[in-house]
């Protein structure tokens, strides 16, 4: 197994959200915090444009690719791609709800099938120098006990895992979207913090709810680590005081100012390229977050960055009005 990744606090992988452009611009406000990119599926990754899914600066490092899928000889050889590609950490994908994720029979309807999910880590494990881990809910409709969570935990450690991210929900299957998956069913970290108690050599690393740093510090004192998801995509620079407080280290933050400023040799690298304003500016939405003028800078990147032939003049533009 390759270096070992501190993964004191992480950025959830969220679809959508957490492409290239949200992870560079995530790491210039934190350089330890670990990044996950968005979930890809194998199928993609095997016959899709690797190059176009799994780009990415090497400063995002440490950088963790999550995978979509249940078949263990597609999985692991798309562990060999990732690792191949410089990827610190490979992630499986046991936690989404959705339907269309449920009809490719993986995500979190896996939980029910812990020997395959231990198989997969297990062949992907075999392949690869380089950490594999698991993404889990506390468990899925009917199977919804502290007894089956441990159960499943200890089934796929078995398979080699040694490295659970826990969301303390459990994932309803049938009569929730996956947003209503999010929030409707309670969070349960008692569930999350009883098995790091019961399975103290493995790595445990809390997910669910997490919003502000005397949260992290509260789960902290149980886990291993913990993962923001929305929150540090709405209110982003919650992540400038990681490197302080949870890996100590001295060396000042970029202001949300700088950070901006940083990010412009990156968005002209990338409209000289063929690519939209907006790819970038739709993460920088919530950088001004309970800052004076933060819905006047909002507002200007979004009626603007999407204009044909804008530049990065729209995004200095907006600064002004900060």
């Known amino acids: 197994m390759g270096k070992k990744?501190?993964?004191?606090?992480?950025?959830?992988?969220?679809m959508d959200w957490t492409d290239k452009h949200c992870r560079f611009f995530h790491r210039l406000i934190s350089k330890h915090t670990v990044l996950y990119s968005e979930m890809i599926t194998s199928n993609a990754l095997l016959h899709g444009n690797r190059d176009t899914l799994l780009a990415f600066e090497p400063c995002e490092s440490p950088i963790a690719l999550q995978l979509g899928g249940s078949d263990p000889k597609a999985l692991a050889e798309c562990s060999v791609i990732a690792e191949d590609f410089g990827y610190d950490e490979i992630n499986l994908n046991v936690g989404c709800p959705s339907d269309r994720v449920q009809n490719g029979r993986f995500g979190a309807c896996l939980m029910a099938e812990p020997e395959t999910v231990a198989e997969c880590i297990f062949e992907m494990q075999n392949k690869v120098n380089i950490p594999v881990t698991v993404k889990n809910r506390i468990g899925i409709d009917g199977q919804e006990t502290y007894h089956d969570l441990s159960a499943f935990i200890e089934t796929v450690a078995q398979g080699g895992c040694e490295v659970f991210i826990i969301h303390a929900r459990i994932a309803v299957l049938t009569g929730?979207?996956?947003?209503?998956?999010?929030?409707?069913?309670?969070?349960?970290?008692?569930?999350?913090?009883?098995?790091?108690?019961?399975?103290?050599?493995?790595?445990?690393?809390?997910?669910?709810?997490?919003?502000?740093?005397?949260?992290?510090e509260t789960h902290l004192q149980n886990l291993d680590g913990v993962m923001i998801g929305r929150e540090a995509y709405h209110n982003p620079y919650l992540l400038s005081a990681v490197d302080a407080c949870f890996y100590h280290d001295p060396v000042p933050c970029l202001t949300r100012r700088e950070v901006v400023e940083a990010m412009i040799p990156y968005i002209q690298k990338h409209l000289a390229t063929g690519g939209r304003l907006n790819q970038i500016t739709r993460h920088l939405l919530g950088l001004f977050h309970g800052v004076s003028g933060a819905r006047r800078w909002?507002?200007?990147?979004?009626?603007?960055?999407?204009?044909?032939?804008?530049?990065?003049?729209?995004?200095?533009?907006?600064?002004?009005?900060?």
Do not use: W
């Open 298 to 322: 909002r507002r200007y990147l979004s009626e603007n960055a999407h204009k044909d032939g804008v530049n990065e003049s729209v995004v200095l533009t907006a600064l002004d009005y900060v």
């Open 176 to 216: 929730l979207s996956p947003k209503q998956n999010r929030v409707i069913p309670p969070l349960n970290y008692a569930y999350v913090n009883q098995i790091k108690a019961a399975f103290p050599a493995l790595e445990i690393i809390g997910n669910g709810g997490v919003q502000t740093l005397n949260q992290m």
């Open 5 to 14: 990744i501190n993964r004191t606090v992480c950025v959830a992988p969220m």
